[in-house]
């Protein structure tokens, strides 16, 4: 590993040496972090795994029952049926703090549900009032598919984030410090010796001249 | 900003019947409807979901809003059923965060 390049003095040094305590710390939490980013992340890869394996089904179905219930009337009719939805869904947003991650948190807004069915009965088969039924159960459950998955996405980001920092300060900042330590200090250490011995020749000398 | 609704973009088979149950749909005849849309309605909607089969195709623009908290933008399976595009997230997402895919793995 490349030793930083800087001059050889006790200045330096003493700089230097804070420096890789500084990244010896830095390099330890940041690990600390990645483990528990890790083990959050594990826990809701997990719960957005069984609820797309359960949505999905659920949404096939009911828009699959839908096109059915469609199918019994005319385009037109089933359009005119569903043109003017009797509410509107409103979402509760807020975020959370996930590991320094800011994750989402959404919920559906309990609003008075005055009417699911903004049709005549008459005009539609009856399949129409299960399907939409359904969807408006599986609704509730896709928006917290929703925050689950966002939260997925944005931590598995930062992870990969963390993991590039924490690889950087080990296998580069950390080697290059103490490198670069180790050169300074045996530079002063030469210096040292090479002044000693200097002083000792022109004692020696003087003792000659003599 | 944002307006606290459910924007459902997809074919017109698959999101009619969402507009039943209250969100806000978008019905999109090409690709490059679909991207254009996607991109205005992220300005205002907390929860954008998107059929499979049109997700797939502005999967660059979706990866944009990846990072962000809002919009939440998911894939759905439509009328035709699921093509794996939103379990393969998943995987995709393991594998970036653990280096590989354990989940299905075993």
């Keep these: 590993m490349a030793r930083l390049n800087v001059n050889p003095t006790r200045m330096e040094l003493r700089r230097l040496k804070t420096r890789l305590k500084t990244a010896v710390r830095g390099h330890k939490l940041l690990k600390d972090k990645a483990d528990e980013t890790i083990r959050q992340f594990m826990v809701l890869i997990k719960e957005n795994k069984r609820l797309r394996e359960e949505t999905e089904g659920e949404v096939s179905a009911a828009l699959r029952s839908f096109l059915l219930a469609g199918a019994v009337t005319t385009a037109p009719v089933m359009e005119e049926a569903v043109a003017m939805p009797g509410y509107s869904v409103e979402l509760e947003t807020s975020e959370k703090n996930v590991m320094s991650v800011m994750v989402p948190q959404i919920s559906v807004k309990e609003g008075d549900k005055k009417e699911l069915y903004p049709y005549s009965f008459a005009g539609v088969s009856a399949e129409l009032d299960g399907s939409i039924a359904n969807l408006s159960e599986v609704l509730v459950k896709l928006v917290h598919l929703a925050e689950v998955e966002k939260a997925c996405n944005m931590l598995a980001d930062e992870i990969e984030k963390n993991r590039r920092r924490v690889n950087a300060l080990e296998y580069v900042m950390i080697p290059q410090l103490e490198e670069t330590i180790k050169y300074i200090t045996m530079k002063l250490d030469e210096n040292e010796r090479s002044n000693t011995i200097r002083l000792m020749k022109v004692k020696s000398m003087i003792e000659n001249r003599t | ?106």
């Design chain 2, 1 to 106: 900003m944002r307006n606290n609704k459910i924007a459902v973009i997809g074919d017109k088979d698959s999101i009619l019947a969402f507009k039943a149950v209250g969100a806000d749909v978008f019905h999109v005849r090409n690709y490059f409807d679909a991207a254009e849309t996607l991109k205005k309605l992220a300005r205002s909607y907390a929860v954008i979901f998107i059929t499979e089969e049109i997700a797939e195709n502005v999967s660059e623009i979706i990866a944009r809003y990846k990072t962000r908290p809002y919009p939440a933008v998911i894939p759905i399976p439509g009328a035709q059923g699921s093509n794996g595009f939103g379990m393969n997230g998943i995987s995709r997402n393991v594998e970036k965060a653990i280096g590989t895919d354990i989940l299905n793995g075993n």
